[in-house]
Structures are given as C-alpha cells and as structure tokens.
C-alpha cells in the first residue's frame, strides 16, 4: 500500500482521464495491490468521464450498478451514450468496460447552476472531535476522525459520523474526490448492529461486495477544509445491507447524500 500522500498523488491522477472520440475516456487505476479495482475509484472516474462529456453542468445524480469486479492489470475505458442535451440539464449513460466485458454502468443526470429559493433542514453539525480521535483507514488519504469505531465487534446503533479533511483540490475534482470517499464504510456501519462482528470480518466471516450506489449532488463544495461524512444503515436482511448518508461542510451545508446496496452474505447454517 503506497503512502498518504503517494495514494493522494495517485488518486489525483486517477482522475485526469485520457478522452478519444465517442466520447470515450480512459481511466488509469490505483496502485493498491489487491488486484482488483477499488469501487470509489470507479465512482470518481465516473463522474469525471460525465463532466468531461458535458461541460458547463455538473452532476446532480449518479446510479452505479457493479456487475463484474474490475482488474487493476489493466485501464478502464469508459464510453459515455449522450442521450440528452438541454441548456439547463442533460442525461447520460457511462459504461465502465475491461477486457472481460463490463464492469460498472452509471446513469448520470446533469445539471448547470440555477438560482432558486434555498431551505435546508437537517440535524445540526456535531463539534469536530479532538486529534485524540484520529483514525486511519488505508483507502482515505487524508486526516479522519470520529468517535465510533468500526473495528468494534460490539453491538452498536449503525450509524457513523466521519470527519475528513480532503487536501485542497481544483473545485471541479471535489465531487469526484466525495463520490470516491462515500464509497468505503457504508458495510462496515451495516454490520455494526451485529453482535461479536465488525467489518474486519469481511471476507473471513461473511462476504461481501458493493451491488450498487446512488449519489446526489446538492450544492457546489470544495475541499481543503473539514467535512462530515454522516451514514446510517437501517437493514441488513436477505443477504443485502441497505445504508445512506450525507455529506455536509463543516459550517453544516448539506452538499451531498449517497445510499448504496450491498451484498452481505454469510456461510449457511
């Protein structure tokens, strides 16, 4: 696993994709070392391959689906289907494709910046917790912090508040930086309420994959300051866990929500 700032680097680097007429892109992959591609990297690279394709708007929503998982051996050529181009909204669809056929599919909706009346209500922010509650994890990298801890094998309620201070980037990498961090801990806050597991037991105890993920994007952001990553994930039944979440700055804006399915299945008997 590289370094903070090396995963940084080259995730920066993820997202700045190759284009060819179509418009089709080409999207270089992370150096993780598990062989296969990692679903935010996916996400992320969506969302540039949209912009990329319509520029003047921006994403308002993104559904991803996860057929196949994909190979870090080789790019990811995503062909984008224009289906329509409005002067405030467009709709499209991205195909994510390796050697081995389709991995990910993503319907898009675009959107350029109207004004309009602005209402939000939403729980207030919580106080950014102390350096005392930093964590690591291998795929964010960043400073995070929170109060719960997912490598806990007791039951708890499944919800988890992450605070995350992104490096400041160009404004128009923010939602594909986002859509990449909301891809992580959703299983991992699912599996929570389950007494004597955690989200170290993937793979060991139970397996488990993202099946799909939805993102909505509400206002413009940037990064270099805090940001609170806020998910609840109310069912695990039938070998799926459900979750949800929000994304808002650290004054309280709500700038994003996601919810995302994903399989959870454990051995019978």
């Not at 993780?32 to 990692?38: I, V």
């Not at 870090?72 to 494709?97: C, K, M, W």
């Not at 209402?119 to 912090?145: A, F, I, M």
């Amino acid at each position: 696993m590289p370094s903070s700032t090396d995963l940084w680097t080259d995730l920066l680097s993820c997202l700045d994709l190759d284009e060819a007429p179509g418009p089709v892109y080409r999207g270089a992959n992370q150096r993780l070392g598990y062989h296969r591609l990692f679903g935010g990297q996916l996400l992320a690279q969506f969302v540039r391959a949209a912009c990329l394709a319509c520029p003047g708007k921006t994403v308002k929503s993104l559904h991803t689906l996860f057929p196949r998982a994909g190979s870090d051996a080789e790019p990811v050529r995503y062909e984008v289907a224009l289906h329509h181009e409005g002067s405030t909204f467009a709709s499209l669809t991205v195909t994510a494709r390796q050697e081995a056929g389709v991995i990910a599919t993503a319907s898009v909706s675009m959107h350029s910046a109207e004004d309009g009346r602005d209402v939000q209500s939403t729980p207030p922010v919580p106080s950014l917790p102390g350096p005392e509650h930093l964590v690591k994890y291998d795929l964010l990298p960043w400073e995070n912090r929170t109060t719960v801890d997912l490598d806990d094998r007791a039951a708890a309620p499944p919800e988890f508040e992450l605070w995350m201070r992104v490096p400041e980037t160009a404004p128009e990498l923010a939602p594909a930086v986002a859509a990449y961090a909301t891809d992580l801990t959703l299983i991992g806050t699912a599996v929570l309420a389950v007494d004597g597991l955690s989200q170290l037991d993937a793979h060991k105890v139970f397996t488990s994959a993202v099946t799909s993920h939805t993102l909505w994007f509400h206002r413009p952001f940037t990064t270099g300051d805090w940001l609170l990553l806020r998910q609840h994930a109310p069912l695990l039944a039938h070998g799926r866990s459900f979750g949800r979440g929000d994304l808002l700055t650290g004054d309280g804006a709500l700038v994003a929500s996601y919810a995302q399915e994903s399989l959870v299945r454990f051995p019978a008997g």
